[in-house]
């Protein structure tokens, strides 16, 4: 790993003043304002939104656009791009046994071109920032970067007794922390896999690790019944109640899933501050049963935000649709279509999002002084007809738009203009994803 990132180019154009004129603008500030106007971008920061006369170097006509802050994916294994469609419509256990197999043979060189490949699909489906957990985060934070895109990347720490890393995972992780820690773009996490496979030691040696550095653990939990239930069995209690009680759960964590817990274990996660990455298409698709219960976690003031999890067991990475699926399964499995609202569904991959972060400041909304992450739908795509103040917001979640997605800007810089990828080269990543798919295949 190099000893510093800070040498690497950094992705796309700069625009040292850039003006985005004319759209319907979705702020997701602290009013939810929704107008028509502008938003005046500098130095990779929102300088100005609404109305102004100020000249610009580049301009951006987003007439019959919305503009709005980029969609942040809470929960990805982005490299396993190259996987969708490995493992489709198999029972849980036969499902992980397939992709355990093809995952251990992965090189650098496949996962780097995987994220490539990931990033892409990502930045063409308004996203502009991720959250990652796997191994080889390295060869990944080079792809994330050169994309142009926004990584939060979790080296996976577990018992070296269940791992295919080189070397102790512990050790990968605190050194991807040391390498990577001054990229622009990328903020390394720490990732205990999930209590399946990390001991108790595993567990505290990774908080131990991301208190030192500064960072927060992002891991799997109560992903499925049968992983609480084996849990239960072995400690005699269940997977949070444990984590609490061995000082593991801290604030600033995530965990993704979150699927099998009791009305005390919502309640001990927002004690402790562990905000839940939701990934509804995934878990459905896995059949995996249950249904995560968000509107206990609202109520006791849990953090929430949405995932896709990977390609493997999702086959996308569109945060559009996880919203939409987000929102349509607490209606359906509550009964009550009030449950899980659009601006709701809209927060949760947004400025909540960036709150479970403890990025607000920076990410989540379109507001002066925070990044330049931002994306323009173009309503005049068939989905997005008719599109007004009033419902563009509901056309966002419920219309499934991540094909009318024109444009999307990362600290300012352009990773996809007028609906062409332009910070790598696109055609030749898709060759060398489908080169590199075939070997892993094989």
Known sequence: MPDSFNTLPRPGGLSLKLAIQNGTVITQNERREVFTGDVLVEDGEISKVGEFSDRADDTLDASGC????????????????????????????????????????????????????????????????????????????????EVGLRGYLGWAVLDEQFTTQKGRPLDNCERFIRAFTDCPLIKPVVAPQGVYVCSDETLLAARELASKSGTFCH????????????????????????????????????????VWLTVNEVRELARCGVSAAHCPTSNMKLASGGVAPLPEMFEEGVGVCLGTDGCSSNNSLDMFLEMKFAALLQKSSRWDASVLPAQKALDLATIDAARSLG???????????????IVVVDCRNPAMVPTTRENAVANLVYSSPSKAVRDTIVDGRFVLRDRNIVSVDEERVLDAAADAARELMS
């Open 219 to 258: 891991y799997h939990l109560s992903e499925t019944r049968h992983e609480v239930y084996e849990y239960k069995r072995q400690k005699g209690m269940r997977p949070v109640d444990h984590l609490s009680k061995i000082g593991f759960l801290s604030k600033g964590d995530i965990a993704a899933h979150c």
């Open 359 to 373: 990025a607000e400041h920076e990410l989540g909304s379109l507001e002066p002084g925070k990044k330049a992450d």
């Open 66 to 145: 919305v503009v709005m802050p980029g969609l942040i994916n809470c929960h990805t294994h982005v490299s396993m791009a190259l996987m969708k469609g490995v493992a489709d419509d198999l029972q849980l256990e036969q499902f992980l046994e397939k992709t355990f197999a093809i995952d251990a043979k992965r090189t650098p060189k496949d996962i780097e071109i995987g994220t490539k490949l990931g990033c892409m699909e990502m930045a063409r489906s308004g996203t502009t920032c991720l959250l990652d957990l796997y191994y080889s985060q390295d060869a990944i934070a080079h792809g994330v970067n």
